[in-house]
């Protein structure tokens, strides 16, 4: 090879040692006669020293040396002279002392800085160089990071008899889920295959194959719209079980986090065990079903002071069905109007028709007992009566020096709205420790939602969830308020893996499929190698998808999946790199039959 050592491995050990190095300079400085540069390759940085008296070509070489220029130099390993040693790098007690320089490949002036004390580069720049951005220190370690993460996943899985088993990427379209990514046909004219969104079915057909335990870090693809952690395509850990039921999956996963956050992450702490909540909890609580656990603020269900209050807001939403609820952000009544009317537009956005908040000025000290007319601010100050906001308060556990949040309405919207607020109050209180990692299991989903818009059933998960064994025979009478054997694992707020136990018997995964509103014409077209197999011997099965870019991105501490892939695409799902997508040319259309239309 080019080199002996890798940059970022010498220590003060090597003192004496004869090196050969190759990498990048990453930054130069001329000190009267000395020349020094920082050499980085993949494994870190180290100080390079020229000096004329040692030698003079190298030092002469020196002297045209610029940013991102590829060389190689061999060197002899020494302790920095007192105080010019760097602590901030791991290499920073020693230099290399160059006698020969060679310049493999000059480069010009980079279009951002790669250095991280710079500011960041606008990232559809970056994204456009991502070879360059890869040199990055926090990039290079955000993808070091993901392959300790999948080595784990992979040696954890090993040691407890799962194989990895690879499921094909061309497979045949589905209703169910986002949108499919289709791929013509060149032999077949007119017939499509699609990307897999995951491999869902494949992977309960290898356990009816007799593979009890499946894994794969497998790849998939969503037209879906973006957010910070998603993507197009991304990669997610894959399993299945046979002869399992949900205790033995979460039971697994977790063993399987906790190794990994002890491991991946040792500086940040958890709670163990993982606390299981039901999923209506969640939703009374949170306002959601990925909550963040590392604060409070929970919610508090006010219906019943709605029903009783002559605030026609209030009363109108009780009686047309809906409920009020709230939360107190705490020490917030000082809050000015331009923010609590931002407030208001952010309820606004997440569906709610409104946010009524009351101010409860004083003392913290002081108790609410004696609260008066003067005590609180609110818009809504002359439709509620001093007991109603006593009552209000006292119901969401709140002091003087609190804001409290009320919204009322459809429930969806009330804890959509409830629940984002929560989260916005949390950072903006800087609540959330960013050293904890809160785990926690989402249990018991519903195994059907209605669609008013569509008339029809649908599955908040995936259609093959089999309905918890008590709640069997409500299947006919009561379908909405069927639980499922169905589990997310959330951390910090985010949903990183869901899963279930399926249905094992072909009449019930039929049932289910009716519910839905497919006939059985239309289950045998799109389900018929799954409903097929269950009827030779299917064993009880469940399983488990998790993102491994969301995980690393925990792990990590970053805030965006793009920082934790090598070549993601922007929000808009463009490949700034390679220009996709983009035009094809006519005859490649012909080949596949296919022609392009205006809108």
């Not at 790849?219 to 399993?239: G, H, I, S, V």
Request: glycine residues 8%.
């Amino acid at each position: 090879m080019l080199k002996s050592v890798s940059c970022g491995a010498l220590r003060i050990e090597d003192e004496g040692r004869e090196v050969t190095l190759a990498g990048w300079v990453h930054r130069r400085r001329d000190h009267g006669g000395l020349v020094f540069i920082d050499l980085r390759d993949w494994r870190g940085i180290v100080q390079v020293v020229f000096n004329p008296e040692f030698a003079p070509e190298a030092h002469d070489a020196a002297q045209s040396l610029r940013s991102e220029w590829v060389l190689r130099v061999r060197g002899t390993v020494g302790q920095r002279p007192p105080g010019t040693a760097n602590p901030n790098i791991p290499t920073g007690d020693v230099e290399v002392v160059a006698a020969t320089l060679e310049v493999l490949n000059p480069s010009i002036t980079p279009p951002f800085s790669l250095e991280e004390e710079a500011a960041e580069a606008d990232e559809l720049v970056r994204l456009r160089y991502r070879y360059l951005d890869l040199r990055r220190a926090a990039i290079r370690d955000n993808l070091f990071l993901r392959h300790r993460v999948v080595k784990y996943i992979r040696d954890f899985l090993s040691e407890r008899e799962f194989i990895e088993v690879e499921t094909p990427i061309l497979t045949k379209s589905t209703p169910e889920g986002a949108r499919d990514y289709l791929v013509p046909s060149r032999i077949h004219p007119g017939q499509f295959y699609a990307l897999p969104q995951s491999p869902q079915q494949m992977k309960q057909l290898l356990v009816m194959g007799g593979v009890e335990r499946y894994f794969q870090i497998a790849r998939c693809f969503r037209d879906e719209d973006l957010r910070a952690d998603r993507q197009p395509e991304f990669t997610q850990l894959d399993l299945e079980m046979g002869f399992v039921d949900e205790s033995d999956v979460l039971e697994l996963i977790e063993q399987l986090f906790t190794g990994l956050a002890e491991t991946m992450a040792p500086d940040k702490r958890m709670v163990k065990p993982f606390p299981r909540l039901a999923y209506a909890d969640a939703m009374a609580r949170y306002g959601s079903d990925r909550p963040d656990l590392r604060f409070g603020l929970e919610l508090s269900d006010l219906s019943d002071i709605a029903a009783e209050s002559e605030f026609q807001v209030f009363k109108r939403a009780i009686e047309s069905g809906g409920v009020a609820k709230g939360l107190a952000a705490p020490g917030c009544a000082s809050l000015p109007r331009r923010q609590l009317d931002a407030l208001t537009d952010f309820a606004r956005e997440r569906g709610a028709a409104g946010l009524v908040y009351v101010a409860l000025d004083g003392d913290p000290d002081r108790p609410l007992d004696d609260l008066t007319e003067d005590d609180y601010r609110s818009p809504a100050a002359r439709f509620l009566t001093t007991d109603e906001v006593k009552r209000l308060a006292a119901r969401l556990d709140a002091s003087r020096g609190d804001l409290l949040l009320i919204v009322a309405g459809p429930r969806e919207s009330v804890d959509n709205a409830l629940g984002g607020l929560r989260v916005e109050m949390g950072r903006r209180l800087e609540l959330a420790d960013p050293d904890l990692l809160s785990f926690c299991f989402i249990v018991d989903f519903p195994l059907l939602e209605w669609r008013p818009e569509e008339n029809r059933w649908d599955s908040p998960h995936n259609p093959f969830s089999a309905p918890k064994d008590d709640h069997l025979p409500l299947l006919e009478s009561d379908p909405g308020s069927v639980l499922a054997k169905q589990y997310d694992l959330v951390c910090n707020g985010m949903e990183i893996a869901g899963g279930s136990v399926r249905n094992h018997r072909r009449e019930m995964q039929e049932r289910v499929f009716e519910l839905l509103g497919h006939s059985r014409e239309a289950m045998q077209e799109q389900f018929g190698q799954i409903l097929d197999a269950l009827e030779y011997g299917a064993p009880p099965h469940g399983g488990i998808a998790s993102g491994i870019d969301r995980v690393v991105m925990l792990l990590g501490g970053v805030d965006s999946i793009r920082e934790v892939m090598a070549f993601p695409k922007t929000q808009s799902a463009v490949d700034q790199l390679f220009g996709a997508p983009s035009p094809v040319s006519e005859q490649q259309l012909r080949d596949l039959h296919i022609r392009v239309v205006g809108e």
